[in-house]
């Protein structure tokens, strides 16, 4: 860690626990569940994770149907799924007119009374650095054991905070059942109209 600290801005560990979020019945669209994932460590079969880079999914586990796919334009009939999931994959979005297109294929695919549920780094306000990355700690529990991963990315150029990841979905007709905010780490539950 001491070494990452060296090149990266690295955040406190956080520990999250997962047993107090509720998952509607049905398959679960994973976005950007590359890497460890997570919702697919939770729901298992019940996952569809998608990420638009063949390596991320080739390095996740056996379990959930894997999908290589763009979010900006998934490839789903609309209102096909009761839960979209986004672990730490909104981050790695540069853009915020394609967060916005994530958003927007998220509201299409979900069916009504669905939720889109996000955990990120809440980013409105970057500390004073001269790092030119981030790099977000998390202990995760996911079964009677805890995990640790680590997720880092470059600096955005606009605030990325919880206020404007609401303000996307608020547009899309998507709006807050739950947030919380633990450190620098944030949970939003989103609900379609």
């Known amino acids: ?73 998934l490839k789903f009939l609309d209102e096909s799924f009761p839960t979209v999931t986004a672990f730490f994959a909104l981050m790695y979005i540069k853009e915020k007119d394609d967060q916005i297109k994530v958003f927007q294929e998220v509201a299409r695919v979900l069916k009504q009374g669905g939720k889109f549920h996000i955990w990120e780094v809440d980013l409105a306000e970057n500390p004073k650095t001269d790092k030119e990355f981030y790099i977000i700690h998390l202990r995760y529990k996911t079964g009677p054991e805890y995990k640790e991963a680590g997720y880092g990315m470059r600096w955005p150029k606009y605030p990325r905070g919880m206020k404007d990841y609401l303000e996307m979905a608020e547009a899309v ?16 539950s989103l609900r379609k109209l």
């Open 1 to 73: 860690m001491e070494e990452l600290r060296k090149t990266n801005h690295v955040f406190p560990i956080v520990d999250w626990d997962f047993e107090d979020i509720a998952f509607d019945n049905g398959f679960i669209l994973d976005i950007g569940s590359g890497g460890e994932r997570v919702i697919g460590q939770l729901k298992g079969k019940d996952v569809v994770a998608i990420d638009f880079r063949e390596e991320e999914l080739l390095e996740a586990a056996d379990g959930p149907l894997k999908i290589i796919m763009d979010a900006r334009d």
């Open 173 to 188: 007709g998507l709006v807050e059942d739950i947030s919380r905010l633990v450190g620098n780490i944030f949970y939003l």
